[in-house]
């Protein structure tokens, strides 16, 4: 008894195996409690308690088969939105060039005729004297304009479409 409360003193806390009032063998474990001084927990469990509860392994087979189980059906969920991701990436990399592509062929049609208007007007203006001249100029002008204007609304169109701000009705 003096070695064991000696452990006690020492130690803060600890597992021994002593019998209890009934004179089974028992596991005590106990523990100072840092928040408040000289208050300790001990608690005990019979060492038969333990020992005669074996593990049946079929349990143990059955809950570790499910666990591989749902673990299988996981990754194989997992497997395919990675498949559907990588479709849907596909797709959006598809659109994004389209895009691209589209803006680059825009850029180059919307460069023409502005640069059309712009040039026929200054030749319109250095020949100011000529009045035959100013007016194929200005007649020029005004194609390219409306050309201009048709491009931008058709960009303008297609951005509606997209955005689901339009309807179409048969």
């Not at 806390?13 to 009032?21: A, I």
């Not at 001990?42 to 087979?61: C, F």
């Not at 659109?95 to 208007?117: E, G």
């Amino acid at each position: 008894a003096d070695q064991l409360l000696a452990q006690l003193k020492e130690q803060s806390s600890g597992l021994m195996e002593l019998k209890d009032s009934k004179g089974q063998d028992c596991y005590w474990y106990y523990s100072q409690l840092d928040e408040f001084e000289n208050l300790d927990i001990l608690g005990y469990i019979p060492v038969s308690e333990l020992s005669a509860g074996v593990q049946n392994l079929t349990i143990v087979i059955a809950v570790a088969g499910t666990l591989l189980l749902i673990a299988l059906i996981d990754g194989a969920y997992i497997l395919s939105i990675n498949r559907r991701l990588r479709v849907t990436v596909g797709i959006a990399e598809k659109a994004s060039n389209a895009k691209t592509q589209f803006l680059s062929s825009m850029s180059h049609d919307i460069r023409t005729p502005l640069n059309a208007v712009l040039g026929m007007t200054e030749l319109a203006q250095s020949h100011g004297n000529d009045s035959d001249y100013v007016q194929e100029c200005l007649r020029k002008i005004s194609i390219s304009g409306n050309h201009l204007l048709t491009l931008i609304n058709d960009i303008l169109e297609i951005s509606r479409v997209e955005s689901g701000r339009i309807t179409v009705n048969l």
